[in-house]
């Protein structure tokens, strides 16, 4: 049988368990999750482990990235089942901190990146990417990594986790994992278990509708407006779902393009949506043009 991971919780363990990686001369890769791992996650380790000697999991579900009346008390969290999914792939260490060693009393410093995180999901969660840019600082500081590994299908993240690090000049390579999907298409996510079955079958629009605007831009449809309008259509169709947002958008600096009027689209072309199934938020993204 494979063995778990070392499980680690407080922050002089893990600096001593870096320290003794570092010692015998191995590079670090990091992959940061909240827990509940799928194949999504599992796919970033593999990743990890083929480019770096040691691979460190975080497993923290990271309040900071919680608005009030949003779902931390309902994130799934399954610790055993994720060490489980782990063992096999050589993962040496998992770092599962508590609230108060992440964020003992009085914390009052964080990490934002401006601009591009008031747009898109910035919209309707407007301290989420403050509460990630923290929390992935911290583990920077923590784990010091040679690389670290994030999910596209969290674009808008990865763009600003990639802009914190320029900026900020952490030495850290920062490797994007593919969205790994269901069969019928659906991005695999922690929180797909809370969707009820009809939710679950609706779910597969937002694919679809990203999956349709690519077809109709590759045939040549530029009227940001009219691909828009598509996209919308296909998931208004589904009783389920309540859209939060629907974009194009530049795949880099994450601003809108200009619609309808003349405004067709041009240069590389990113989409993203956003959707309710009842209290579930849903997220996925496509490159419409442009290399990913
Ligand atoms: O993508 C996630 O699971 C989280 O936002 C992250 C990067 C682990 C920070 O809490």
């Not at 508590?98 to 990490?111: K, L």
């Not at 509460?131 to 590994?149: E, H, I, R, S």
């Amino acid at each position: 049988m494979d063995s778990l991971p070392l499980v680690i919780q407080e922050i002089d363990a893990l600096r001593q368990f870096v320290a003794a990686t570092r010692a015998q001369g191995r590079s670090i890769g990091l992959v940061p999750t909240m827990g509940a791992l799928h194949q999504g996650h599992l796919s970033l380790v593999r990743l990890a482990k083929r480019r770096a000697d040691c691979v460190l999991v975080s497993i923290y579900v990271n309040p900071t990235q919680f608005g009030p009346k949003e779902d931390l008390a309902r994130y799934p969290r399954d610790l055993q089942g994720d060490l489980l999914a782990l063992a096999p792939l050589g993962v040496e260490a998992v770092f599962t901190p508590s609230d108060r060693t992440m964020y003992p009393p009085n914390f009052c410093t964080f990490v934002a990146v401006a601009g591009m995180t008031t747009c898109l999901c910035g919209v309707s969660r407007p301290t989420h990417f403050r509460g990630v840019t923290t929390v992935v600082a911290k583990l920077f500081n923590l784990v010091q990594p040679d690389l670290a590994v994030f999910g596209e299908k969290d674009y808008q993240q990865l763009v600003v986790i990639r802009r914190m690090v320029r900026d900020l000049d952490f030495p850290v390579e920062i490797l994007a994992g593919v969205t790994v999907r269901e069969s019928d298409g659906l991005a695999m996510s922690s929180r797909n278990v809370n969707l009820t079955p009809l939710q679950r079958r609706s779910a597969t629009a937002l694919h679809r509708a990203l999956s349709t605007v690519r077809e109709r831009y590759r045939e040549g449809e530029r009227d940001a407006s009219r691909l828009l309008g598509l996209a919308r259509e296909m998931v208004e169709g589904e009783p389920e779902l309540r859209i939060d947002y629907l974009e194009l958008f530049d795949p880099y600096e994450l601003h809108a393009l200009p619609l309808g009027e003349g405004g067709g689209l041009e240069g590389p072309v990113h989409m993203a949506l956003a959707v309710y199934a009842g209290n579930t938020r849903l997220i996925d993204n496509m490159r419409i043009s442009g290399e990913d």
